[in-house]
């Protein structure tokens, strides 16, 4: 393992540590950090590198001489190159990083694949955009076409480009192909207007030769977009959107949720934000969609919701709720979920899935790695018995020294069968090693779930290296029936030239259909020279890996 490079964060850490160790009553780490860091702690990490990349000055010292000579070179980059790797999905010749990866498969014609990337090609785009889509309509095997988001605009005058945070879908009833990004002001990205885009096309307009004609964000690939919510308050930031496409009862629609913060908070507190989360329904066209509705209605601190629209029709949103982090004291997340019955936009009574004491915490890290990480629940539902029964799967430490240091992360698994408002205990399913950005899929043509995550445990001295772990659950009684390595070499996170160890994104996603689980996730295993400098290194790209379950 090559020596790591110490983060502003770390060394802010260890600062506020010596100082908690000369003076025993003060306060922890996190009550010292200022507003504005706090808020980039929370918030996608995609907002705050797309904001460090327009504004290089304002970047981490350690970040801000790459982020500035990338900025300069990208302007003359020149295409290169590039070594082949077994399951790369993308075409980049520039070794500009890809992470955060979302995937959906079309289970009327699995041939059609959807994924979708924070994709730093975005430095090439004029536009700025930076949320990538990788089609394949070969079952995964390869990548037919690729592309930017273009940017959403409303009332003809407001255009904000796509910013990462990536969410695809693909609808059972006629393969169309959805996919969402946040869209904001990449130089001001919280004091202007902001919006959660959401897009829809279908596979001959991605493949007809108007697509990419006009660049890689055209217009042309994604005809259909709109705002599913726009914030005209610039003191409102809308961040880490999820979304799903399915039948409700009613007919098709697409339920999209998200977190709105509240940078002016009434009353002022020592984080500088609130934060709510809401959820819109939008028919299947995209031509309307509703107010958006309060979930989160008497939660002040919240992340990482998550939607699915279940086989019985109703909608399912978990998210978490944080304590201790406006505070700056430790950290719990208690996950919970609401429900709205086939047909509905009203949902039902908030419930409590899990009181997660030892949660990966904001501004936290791992004990061997750099990259941001924080806990991230996400939930799935199967029909089991003729009824159907919830399933939430999230990260959380083993030990957490210090309150912010996270130790051998764990993988845990809970069921519901009374729609939310009863959960098992938590089971562990992970086995051994550091395991982090845990997430499920349902094969509904098959017998199992699908659940994959990151896991550093073939790394057996440092915890350092990082492997992909798929694991097949029995939805019956959560045991864990098969377990497999799905990358054949360890990965060093730390490999990227651009990025380093500072970020890998905060999700990867699985599809699982007919007993196969496609994966998508990110790796440093393709040599590439940088913007056509140097000589070809590893870099972050994006890995589409189908495993039979």
């Not at 592309?147 to 959403?152: A, E, F, H, R």
């Not at 019985?312 to 982090?325: K, N, P």
């Not at 030892?358 to 936290?364: E, S």
């Not at 905060?506 to 056509?532: C, K, P, S, W």
Request: proline share 7%.
């Amino acid at each position: 393992m090559r020596r790591r490079m110490l983060g502003a964060a770390r060394w802010s850490i260890l600062a506020l540590l010596v100082i908690a160790l000369a003076t025993p009553a003060a306060g922890v780490p996190g009550g010292s950090s200022t507003p504005e860091s706090r808020l980039l702690n929370h918030v996608s990490q995609s907002v705050a590198l797309q904001h460090w990349l327009a504004n290089p000055g304002q970047a981490p010292a350690p970040l801000r001489a790459r982020f500035r000579a990338a900025k300069e070179a990208a302007a003359e980059a020149n295409a290169t190159s590039a070594a082949s790797a077994e399951d790369v999905f993308n075409n980049d010749v520039f070794g500009l990083p890809q992470n955060e990866e979302s995937v959906s498969l079309c289970k009327a014609d699995p041939s059609l694949l959807i994924g979708g990337t924070n994709d730093y090609r975005g430095l090439l785009d004029p536009d700025g955009n930076f949320t990538g889509w990788h089609l394949s309509v070969d079952n995964g095997a390869s990548l037919a076409k690729e592309g930017l988001l273009p940017p959403v605009e409303i009332g003809g005058a407001v255009a904000r480009p796509s910013g990462g945070d990536p969410v695809d879908a693909i609808s059972d009833e006629d393969c169309d192909i959805y996919a969402s990004s946040l869209n904001y002001d990449p130089f001001e990205p919280f004091g202007n207007t902001n919006g959660i885009g959401i897009y829809k096309t279908d596979r001959d307009t991605l493949l007809s030769p108007a697509c990419g004609n006009e660049g890689p964000a055209d217009a042309d690939c994604w005809p259909t977009r709109r705002y599913a919510a726009f914030s005209s308050n610039p003191t409102h930031f809308f961040d880490k959107e999820w979304f799903d496409v399915g039948d409700t009862g009613d007919g098709e629609h697409v339920w999209v949720t998200y977190s709105d913060f509240d940078l002016a908070p009434v009353p002022p507190n020592p984080a500088g934000f609130t934060a709510e989360i809401f959820a819109v329904r939008c028919d299947a066209e995209l031509t309307e969609c509703t107010d958006p509705i309060p979930i989160s209605e008497d939660d002040v601190d919240v992340q990482f919701s998550d939607v699915t629209i279940g086989p019985d029709g109703r909608t399912y949103v978990t998210w978490s709720q944080i304590f201790g982090e406006l505070e700056g004291t430790a950290q719990t997340f208690v996950h919970k979920i609401r429900v709205a019955e086939p047909g509905s936009t009203t949902f039902g009574k908030e419930r409590t899935i899990f009181r997660e004491t030892l949660a990966i915490p904001f501004g936290g890290f791992l004990h061997a790695n750099d990259f941001r990480v924080a806990t991230y629940p996400h939930n799935e539902v199967r029909m089991v018995g003729g009824k159907p029964r919830i399933f939430v799967v999230w990260d959380a430490c083993a030990a957490r020294p210090l309150d912010f240091v996270c130790e051998e992360p764990v993988i845990k698994i809970s069921r519901s069968d009374t729609g939310g408002a009863a959960w098992t205990r938590p089971i562990v399913i992970s086995a051994g090693g550091d395991n982090y950005f845990a997430n499920i899929s349902n094969d509904a043509a098959g017998a199992s779930l699908a659940v994959v995550w990151f896991t550093s445990r073939f790394d057996e001295a440092f915890h350092n290296r990082q492997d992909v772990e798929l694991v097949t659950v029995n939805p019956g009684t959560l045991a864990v029936t098969n377990r497999q390595r799905v990358t054949a070499t360890s990965n060093e996170t730390e490999a990227d030239p651009l990025l380093g160890g500072f970020f890998i994104g905060d999700y990867i996603e699985v599809a699982a259909h007919a007993g196969a689980a496609y994966t998508h996730y990110n790796a440093n295993a393709r040599f590439v020279r940088l913007v056509g400098q140097g000589v070809p290194i590893p870099q972050q790209d994006n890995y589409l890996t189908k495993t039979p379950l």
